[in-house]
């Protein structure tokens, strides 16, 4: 089955700066690709997501990047704002396979002040 | 709209009881919905995959008689813990496919949590 690795588990950053987030998947069949927030005892929020056919989604401060030859992709906040602090969750997917959604690790993002 | 709502939100049981846990898709219809488990600090690991009519499909190592999963229609699906013991304490999660979207966009429930005593 698909295996999903995120690095890295912390990442605290100063406020404005960028943060990167990177994810490795092992399925070379996945082909969905999405990013989750998650505050504190609340539900996942989709943040933005990617499919294989595109390399590069940006979203005004958020832009996700895809490598499938190497099978990795990584998520890329800019400008960060201490609202941004929350557990990020990279996942991956077959779309029409049960559409089963395999979850990376998680990263710990703080953005201090 | 894409609302998935989830009951109760807070669930506290004594050992040995049975927890019932629903999931309903408010604006839409979703011929799939899944059944999430996270623990504190840890990712969402998928529990099963619950199809509208059909049996669910559990992941290895969860116990299909433990976890009772029923999607009677296309707006809820039910996941019922049974004979509840503390290790059982957990933050479960639901998850939901819209049948029309064509896509495998899914929509998250706020989450239970389950605190077996």
């Known amino acids: 089955g698909e295996n999903v690795e995120q690095h890295p588990s912390t990442l605290s950053v100063q406020e404005g700066d960028s943060a990167v987030i990177k994810c490795t998947y092992s399925?070379?069949?996945?082909?969905?690709f999405p990013w989750y927030k998650q505050e504190l005892g609340k539900r996942p929020q989709l943040i933005i997501d990617?499919?294989?056919?595109?390399g590069e989604k940006k979203d005004q401060r958020i832009a996700v990047t895809l490598n499938k030859t190497a099978k990795h992709f990584s998520l890329h906040i800019t400008e960060t704002q201490p609202e941004d602090s929350a557990v990020y969750f990279c996942?991956?997917?077959?779309?029409?396979?049960?559409?089963?959604?395999?979850f990376g690790t998680g990263t710990q993002l703080k953005v201090e002040l | 709209g894409a609302v998935v709502s989830q009951h109760p939100s807070r669930v506290i049981c004594k050992s040995g009881t049975s927890v019932k846990i629903e999931c309903r898709s408010l604006?839409?219809?979703?011929?799939?919905m899944f059944w999430y488990r996270q623990f504190p600090k840890k990712s969402l690991m998928l529990m099963a995959t619950s199809n509208e009519g059909s049996k669910a499909t559990y992941e290895q190592g969860v116990e299909k008689d433990k976890f009772l999963i029923n999607h009677a229609s296309l707006t809820l699906s039910t996941l019922t813990v049974t004979s509840a013991h503390p290790e059982d304490s957990s933050f479960y999660i639901c998850?939901?496919?819209?049948?029309?979207?064509?896509?495998?966009?899914?929509?998250f429930g706020p989450g239970t949590r389950l605190t077996v005593t």
């Open positions: 399925d070379s069949a996945s082909n969905y």
């Open positions: 990617i499919r294989s056919n595109v």
């Open positions: 998850s939901a496919i819209s049948s029309l979207a064509g896509g495998n966009e899914q929509y």
């Open positions: 996942a991956a997917s077959v779309t029409g396979g049960g559409n089963k959604l395999t």
């Open positions: 604006d839409f219809q979703a011929t799939t």
